[in-house]
């Protein structure tokens, strides 16, 4: 996990509160990814950065938004949080593979 | 979306066994990775896999990429107790898009009893 840090590391919302995940990496890398992770379902790809100021959908992009703030920097935003976006959410920055941050534990109650 | 098949879907096992978990997919694959996830933890690559037949070890890991590009497995020897985690395959498909997204499979829990 050495580069890619993640905050907050833990965060308990109600529905229809907001919040902000951020993630950074300090390897000079182009792509970064954001992914939640759930029981049974592996990890699956929310949005994607190829490139500074670029965003792309990814497989599960429903409620929410990234922004590509710089290089280092690649954030997720839930506008109005639902209990179904209770998850663990992984950053990933992308060199000649991917690495992953320590996670954003999640609860929406 | 697509998922991997991965297989077993937890294993529980004594410290010294050797291990073996397998993923499968139904469309080519041009690359196959492993990871593991500590509890608490972001995934760690093991394994980079690059070309069909590919035969790779790190210690007391090894896995192959399959030779008709649709699977990979991992294998495990002398299993120690720090080897509990999950493991993850996942790999970069053969169609179009974004040449990094890569496809995870659902994971294999690995439990070693001392």
């Known amino acids: 996990n050495a580069g890619v840090t993640q905050t907050p590391k833990f965060q308990v919302l109600k529905t229809g509160q907001s919040m902000t995940l951020q993630c950074a990496q300090d390897?000079?890398?182009?792509?970064m990814y954001w992914y939640r992770q759930d029981p049974g379902m592996g990890l699956r790809l929310i949005y994607y950065?190829?490139?500074?100021?670029?965003?792309d959908k990814g497989e599960v992009p429903n409620g929410y938004n990234v922004s590509r703030l710089n290089k280092r920097e690649f954030s997720l935003r839930l506008e109005s949080a639902a209990p179904s976006q209770t998850s663990v959410y992984f950053c990933a920055s992308v060199g000649e593979t991917q690495y992953f941050g320590p996670g954003t534990r999640l609860l929406v109650l | 979306g697509q998922q991997l098949n991965q297989s077993p879907q937890s294993m529980f096992i004594q410290e010294g066994e050797d291990v073996s978990m397998n993923c499968t997919s139904s469309?080519?694959?041009?690359?196959w990775l492993w990871y593991k996830q500590d509890p608490g933890e972001g995934p760690v690559l093991l394994i980079a896999l690059y070309k069909a037949g590919e035969l790779t070890s790190n210690g007391r890991l090894t896995a192959q990429f399959g030779i008709t590009r649709k699977d990979s497995f991992l294998n495990i020897s002398a299993s120690i107790p720090s080897d509990v985690g999950i493991y993850f395959c996942a790999g970069h498909p053969n169609y179009g898009g974004a040449t990094n997204k890569l496809i995870f499979g659902t994971g294999t829990l690995l439990a070693v009893q001392p």
């Open positions: 469309s080519i694959f041009n690359t």
């Open positions: 390897m000079n890398h182009n792509s």
């Open positions: 950065s190829a490139s500074e100021g670029t965003t």
